[in-house]
């Protein structure tokens, strides 16, 4: 039995090293790391960040009826508890100004009129079609509020009547995002295709996906074009503002399993992109060639959404109350080196 044992050794010891190695990543490690962990009093999943007019008063909302609120521009954060049932998952809040809203589910919509000094409950329609996912603030009295199966609403009078934007729904969404000029894209649930929709359409547009691939998650890049991830850990960017405009389809960090789950444009050349297991890679050139901030990677989260307010301000937001936010000062030192 000793002899068999001696003779499979290598073997087996090969098959180790290969398991050991299955997960190890031959991506190039960033020169720099910008973000910094940030503690919070809170262990719940963060679903969206946003700020006020004057950029130091913030908020950030997640499941658990999960608010916090931050006075020194993200720095330090204090739960704010407004009284909320615990089961509902707050999924959006934008300002304009010192107006917001924050949007949940099953159906809550909240306005703010004094950068949150005081919050309102805006009543919600029993009839409305699917349950509230983004909300986007427009202006005085004014906003844009998205449903899970592409309902689109607009109002102007603080939530007391709203407009149609759209006449049919794309059917329940997987994930559903705007640009800056109001055009929508929507993924269904299975990731078997996805819909467009911009100001003026009655109804959504269908486009089959493009690979054998199921979609995770769509959404904008800063000029416009459309960006998708992919199962297996791809990513693609359009040719134009042509939503069936596919370029070649590129692989960040081919020789792992994590899920690629958000993208954001920091300028638009450097690209980063998070994922589960506290996967974040960054490129530098549009998407072409990729980085790995390994600095990152050991955080013991998944990583659902980049948010960039301006070039010098970012935020990740993952599960177990994990957020990093961006120092650029880091990229200036790297820059001016």
């Not at 054998?212 to 998650?217: D, L, P």
Request: with cysteine; charged share 20%.
């Amino acid at each position: 039995m000793s002899a068999l044992f001696d003779k499979f050794k290598p073997v087996a010891l090969l098959l180790a090293v290969a398991l050991v190695c299955f997960g190890c990543s031959s991506v190039p490690s960033t020169q720099l790391n910008p973000w910094t962990p940030t503690v919070l009093p809170t262990d719940a999943t963060l679903l969206d960040i946003g700020f006020s007019g004057d950029g130091e008063r913030g908020w950030i909302v997640g499941n658990r009826a999960t608010i916090l609120e931050t006075h020194d521009g993200g720095t330090d954060w204090q739960e704010r508890d407004l009284g909320l049932d615990p089961k509902l998952k707050l999924t959006s809040v934008s300002f304009a100004g010192s107006e917001g809203w924050i949007a949940g589910q099953p159906s809550l919509l909240l306005h703010t009129t004094d950068s949150g000094d005081t919050w309102e409950r805006v009543r919600l329609s029993e009839k409305l079609p699917g349950v509230p996912v983004s909300v986007k603030a427009l202006g005085p009295n004014s906003t844009e509020m998205a449903t899970d199966i592409g309902a689109i609403y607009q109002t102007d009078d603080g939530g007391r009547t709203w407009q149609a934007q759209v006449q049919e729904a794309v059917g329940v969404a997987r994930t559903i995002a705007r640009s800056d000029d109001g055009r929508y894209v929507a993924v269904s649930a299975r990731g078997n295709f996805y819909s467009t929709w911009e100001p003026g359409m009655e109804a959504w547009e269908p486009h089959e996906r493009n690979s054998s691939r199921r979609v995770q998650a769509m959404g904008f890049g800063l000029d416009g074009r459309l960006w998708m991830l992919a199962r297996g850990g791809q990513i693609q960017f359009t040719a134009s503002d042509d939503p069936d405009s596919w370029e070649d389809p590129l692989y960040p960090e081919l020789s792992t399993s994590w899920g690629l789950l958000d993208v954001a444009y920091r300028t638009p050349e450097e690209v980063w992109v998070a994922g589960g297991s506290g996967n974040l890679l960054a490129s530098f050139d549009g998407g072409q060639t990729w980085q790995k901030d390994r600095a990152i990677e050991n955080t013991p989260a998944n990583l659902y959404r980049i948010v960039f307010l301006n070039p010098d301000r970012g935020f990740i937001l993952g599960n177990d109350g994990v957020l990093l936010k961006y120092d650029s000062a880091v990229e200036s030192v790297a820059e001016a080196g």
